[in-house]
């Protein structure tokens, strides 16, 4: 049985009080709750990852990176390695994300450099596929998702057993649009048998989770599917008692 993992993604948000106000808020909330094995995730920009490595003390919550470089040292301005991430608490790192991928350029080549490096470091990569609104209403879902799951499983061989498989489609981040439950259940059943071609054990134990507009609200009956082994949460991630309610959903 796979355990659910929920992570926040903060992306450009958060700030000191903000996240003393957010650590305290959740720390509070799960005191003494039985999560049934599952794991919270913190992913707040990385100036803030010692702040909140400070603040959050209870045992099912981590901290997470939203980036790390491909490359592991040297003349590379601005970039943050997986080693440095593993320095400041992080269990897991996001790569790929729909946002770096469009905003910064990066091919499914860096993506998989990403995450080896993530996983030579210690950190486990949270990999982030999607298609677009077109490419969904062309039919092309499963030829883009198929071929960012080829890139991972050729360029990461025996470190696929080491990865979180994240489905964002693109038409559901920050509009507010979620996939329906059958929609999410379809895709992640699908994503799953990909993988089944490939290696039947890891299949199974893969976790896939879902992220695009997730919401109080919808988080129990996403939950619920069983392919569905947690969620990956943007907006509403930023709102304390939200965030709480979908750390709890379905319990
Ligand atoms: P929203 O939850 O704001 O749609 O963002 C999803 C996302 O991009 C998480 O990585």
Known sequence: MRSKIIIANWKLNGNWSFNEEFASALSKGLK????????????????????????????????????????????????????MLKDFGCRYVLVGHSERRARHFE????????????ISAGITPVICIGETLEQRQKGLM????????????????????SIVLAY???????????????????????LRSEFEKVNPAIAEK????????????????LLQVADIDGLLVGG???VPHEFLSICLAGL
């Open 206 to 221: 893969l976790p896939i989770i879902y992220g695009g507009s997730v919401k109080a609200g919808n988080a129990a009956e």
């Open 32 to 83: 003494e709750i039985d999560l049934k094995d599952r794991q919270i995730v913190i992913c707040p920009p990385n100036v803030y990852l010692q702040q909140l490595n400070g603040l959050l003390l209870e045992k099912s919550i981590f901290l997470g990176g939203q980036d790390l470089s491909d490359e592991l040292s040297g003349a590379y301005t601005g970039e943050i390695s997986g080693a």
């Open 168 to 190: 964002e489609p693109l038409w559901a981040i920050g509009t507010g649009e979620t996939a329906t439950v059958e929609e999410a259940q379809e895709v992640h059943t699908w």
């Open 142 to 161: 499963k030829d883009v998702l198929s071929d960012q799951i080829q890139a991972l499983v050729v360029g990461m061989t025996d470190q696929i057993d």
């Open 236 to 238: 509403a991630s930023l």
């Open 107 to 118: 091919t499914t080549d860096m993506v998989v450099r990403k995450a080896v490096n993530a």
